[in-house]
């Protein structure tokens, strides 16, 4: 059908609209992964450095002789135990050496050496703990650590900071499974969204696609004058029902306006288009319940019916009557009468639709030859010659 290519377009259209939406989604969620990434490295940091900050705060006190060093320390591992921010934050503590002084959920690990302990990867994170905090002072590390009730190795991101006058390392981290975890819960929210909206744009679209699918299919098959069909869509109609299975076969009647050109010499064009537009109506009136009605060029008109060559004469009789006993009222004090001349023919098996149109115009015109408002059959007609 001629509107296939446009709902191909419109269905191409909403899934390069789907596509991008759902590319956009991913390309927000990038960044948006990597601006939380950066605010809880930020977190992070931020957390270590208030620990370190009580940590010089302790030391100071050792220096001005209000705690030993032994005292201060734990003092330090006791406040620091029990401090916890976020769902999973936490502190740990170790040496330079690679012990660890105090880890709240691996209580095991305490007094024990890690500077050999590998990652499910093989690296040895304690080294790079160490390696990162001599080097720079401070800085990330990342490895896979159980999480706290969890036996679970789940990738860890840390930031470790040291404590030159004890040697000490502190560090606190962030599990990049809980970071991920809320970046799938936002993508699966936008997913809904974006289905949700795309959906209701399948919806509207296809509300508009049907709206503006039958104003194109008006504007294309229809006559904006007679509201009759255009001679484009007869000549596409026209052999479709030719090869259509009927048990009458398929007859055209051929209308033609008399003196039409008067009419607009007399009224003017635009009175012409109102005799031109009542007339068209007479005739889909009396064609009930026939529809298939042409404007075919001007003042001339076609029909297609499935009938006998005497029901059609019967139609365009009522049509030709109907036509002559209008009155058009051009004003309080003038009227006048118009008259329609017709041509019958008949399909026969080896006609094509042209051949058809063709032979019942030439019996419009045999009607028009004797006198006007008459109608004239094919088999009135048959082998005369044209005159």
């Known amino acids: 059908m001629r509107y296939s290519k446009f709902k191909k377009h419109m269905l191409t259209l909403s899934l390069v609209s789907l596509i991008s939406m759902i590319v956009l989604l991913f390309v927000i969620v990038w960044h948006l992964y990597s601006a939380i990434l950066k605010e809880r490295k930020i977190l992070i940091h931020s957390q270590v450095d208030t620990v370190m900050s009580l940590m010089h705060e302790v030391y100071e006190d050792t220096l001005e002789g209000k705690l030993t060093k032994v005292e201060a320390q734990h003092q330090f591992l006791e406040y620091i135990e029990k401090l916890k921010y976020s769902d999973n934050g ?11 002084l105090m880890h709240p959920y691996n209580k095991s690990s305490v007094g024990q050496s890690l500077i050999h302990s590998k990652d499910k990867d093989g690296k040895f994170f304690v080294k790079a703990f160490i390696t990162t905090t001599q080097h720079s002072g401070s800085g990330f590390v990342s490895y896979y650590w159980t999480k706290p009730g969890d036996d679970v190795l789940a990738q860890k991101l840390s930031y470790v900071a040291l404590f030159k006058p004890w040697g000490w390392i502190v560090g606190t981290g962030l599990y990049v499974s809980d970071l991920n975890r809320e970046i799938v819960s936002q993508i699966y929210i936008g997913l809904l969204i ?8 399948i919806f509207v679209s296809l509300q508009l696609y049907k709206r503006y699918l039958t104003e194109l299919r008006e504007v ?61 109506s007479i005739i889909q009136k009396e064609l009930l319940p026939h529809k298939n009605v042409f404007r075919y060029g001007g003042e001339e008109m076609v029909a297609l019916l499935h009938a006998t060559e005497e029901e059609c004469r019967m139609f365009a009789e009522k ?16 009227h006048f009468h118009i008259t329609i001349s017709a041509g019958v023919a008949i399909a026969s098996p080896q006609d094509s639709f042209s051949d058809i149109v063709r032979r019942a115009d030439r019996c ?12 004239v059959t094919e088999s009135e007609v048959r082998g005369l010659p044209d005159e």
């Open 364 to 375: 419009m015109y045999f009607a028009k030859a004797r006198g006007r408002n008459k109608v």
């Open 90 to 100: 936490y502190f740990w503590v170790l040496n330079t050496k690679g012990v660890m």
């Open 220 to 280: 294309a098959i229809f006559d904006r004058l007679t509201r009759l069909y255009r001679r484009s869509y007869l000549d596409e109609i026209g052999p479709r029902m030719l090869k259509e299975e009927h048990s009458l076969p398929l007859s055209v009647i051929f209308f033609d306006i008399d003196f039409f050109k008067k009419v607009n010499d007399q009224y003017g064009h635009n009175y012409g288009d109102n005799v031109l537009s009542a007339i068209s």
């Open 194 to 201: 974006i289905i949700g909206l795309f959906l209701l744009s």
């Open 319 to 334: 049509v030709r009557f109907t036509t002559a006993e209008h009155v058009f009222h051009y004003s309080d004090s003038e």
